[in-house]
């Protein structure tokens, strides 16, 4: 035989025998038993031997209803229509709660997300002509405005590569500019010795100096 737990460890255990309960709530055997039988007190199998239990806090709350509901003069089956009332009202309560939860999730959560994916597939196309617009102030959207920080930095560097190279480029077309000026002269007084131009010492001393 199991020992009996003290009103103590009840008092503070989530789950509970109907026995327990009838120490709780000081209300007799049977009539928990009927509240039982009738529905009105939900329960649950355990164990092999399929030992009824009770969720302690939704089980006081349900007999201290049904204990006012009688002192109201309800009968049973009334009663049982309120009870079913009040669990449909629960069930609808928590959707509706869940729809806004979902809700929640996607506003903060999914759709940015969702914005710095895109944004990644823009930078390994190539592309950092885009913003990346996360007004939230939570950890994603921290993490989104630093993604834009960084976006900005990458798009500079490419800014100043670009101004670079392109500086590179004129500075190597004036080097060529400036070098190709003196070799055609030098090609052109070359050719002219070649030619015969510098007939006399004088002239070719001319084309030398």
């Avoid at 503070?12 to 049977?30: F, H, K, M, N």
């Avoid at 710095?116 to 007004?135: H, M, P, S, Y």
């Avoid at 070098?179 to 055609?184: D, G």
Wanted: proline share 2%; net charge negative.
């Amino acid at each position: 035989m199991a020992r009996q737990r003290s009103l103590e460890v009840i008092r503070q255990a989530e789950y509970v025998t109907i026995g327990e309960l009838v120490r709780l709530t000081d209300v007799r055997y049977s009539t928990l038993k009927f509240y039982t039988e009738e529905g009105m007190l939900p329960f649950e199998q355990a164990g092999e031997n399929l030992t009824r239990r009770y969720r302690r806090e939704e089980s006081l709350a349900r007999i201290a209803r049904i204990r006012q509901l009688r002192k109201e003069g309800k009968s049973v089956p009334e009663i049982k229509a309120l009870l079913g009332e009040m669990l449909l009202l629960g069930v609808l309560i928590i959707s509706f709660m869940g729809g806004l939860l979902i809700m929640w999730i996607y506003r903060s959560l999914l759709r940015p997300l969702h914005k710095l994916q895109e944004a990644t597939k823009q930078i390994r196309d190539g592309n950092l002509d885009f913003t990346l617009d996360v007004d939230d102030e939570d950890e994603i959207g921290m993490l989104c405005q630093d993604f834009e920080e960084m976006r900005l930095r990458l798009k500079e560097s490419q800014e100043e590569k670009l101004q670079y190279d392109k500086e590179s480029k004129e500075l190597i077309s004036n080097i060529s500019h400036d070098l190709k000026t003196p070799i055609t002269a030098i090609k052109g007084y070359v050719e002219g010795i070649m030619d015969g131009v510098a007939s006399s010492p004088e002239k070719l001393d001319k084309y030398i100096r």
